[in-house]
């Protein structure tokens, strides 16, 4: 019954909606006092990850504070590495590190996909929690990260500038490069499954390096790989909506939405919205794109860049977000500024 589901659901549906539905982007984060203080008790940011009740408490402060239309489970895409068998740790105030895959030997010392579920356990009881705990108009979106995107950090050990590493071996090892990427997509297929088994009701797949892929290399290491997730998801759960997110590959996204068929693509913050509206919503729902940086200035620049991204986006299927992350420095009341230029 399409008039009692969830606004989220409509939207992804394909639906235009006279008020677009809402979330942010790592909306569970440091901007928020509460998140600080649960992510403290935890002891540290993976202790949080893999405590299926902080992390659904977590998961569910922003939704309490301003009644988001959609909640995102609380997780890393740094996590699907670690149920592989690498080392994962993060650095006070610099960020993930990795034990890296560099070989052929090191990828022989990955586990097999099978053996994810081991670690990854508490993350579909998080789902769980969550699929109970939600009120009943707020939808429940899963991730993971795009092989390609988890395979810059396992190659490089960490974050980088440039994905220099991985672009390395890309061409000086194509074999190991390519087995990594396979891997990583049948492990992903395999715990987006699960999310959704476990109760979520969307997924998401973040390919926020997408960007950094050579043009020639897009096709086989962006769309590949997203094609045959969203294939592995429709055999196991038709129906169940995959939101794509290739940041920063610019026109590409067009022939990325129309080879993956995914229900919805996320624009990063460099699109122009009226783009968007004519090249990809006749394709699919938008989902996009206000500056995070609005949410540290606030003001008038704030509502402004509210209503017109609105006013580009709202002739068709449209999910309002930001272009990418809400960052530690936004100003939590800012959030209320931007639901009220929105909502009214
Ligand atoms: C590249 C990437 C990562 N993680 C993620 C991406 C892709 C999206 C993007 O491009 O932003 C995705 C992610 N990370 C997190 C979520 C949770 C759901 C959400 O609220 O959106 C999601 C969807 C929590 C998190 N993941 C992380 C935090 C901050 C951890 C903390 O509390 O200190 C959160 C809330 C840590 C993280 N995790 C990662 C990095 C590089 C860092 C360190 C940078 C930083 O500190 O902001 C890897």
Redesign the pocket.
Known sequence: MLTTAKPLMRALAGETLPVPPVWM??????YLPEYRAT?AQAGN?LDLCYNPDLAAEVTLQPIRRYGFDAA???????LIPQALGAELW?VQGE??RLSTVTSAEDFRALKPVEAIHETLAPVYETVRILSRALPRETALIG?A?APW?VATYMIAGQ?TRDQGPARQLMYADPATFDALIDLLTEATAQYLIAQIDAGAEAVKL?D?WAGALPGLMFERYATRPARTIVERIRERHPGVPVIGFP?QAGEKVVPFVQATGVEACAIDTSVDPHWAARALQPLTCVQGNLDPMLLVTGGSALADGVRRTVAALSGGPFVFNLG??ITPEADPANVDVMLRALRG
């Open positions: 982007m790592r909306q569970a984060g440091r992510r940011f995102i489970l609380f997780a890393d895409i740094l993060f960020g993930p991730f990260g995107t974050g973040f926020s940041r990418h992350g």
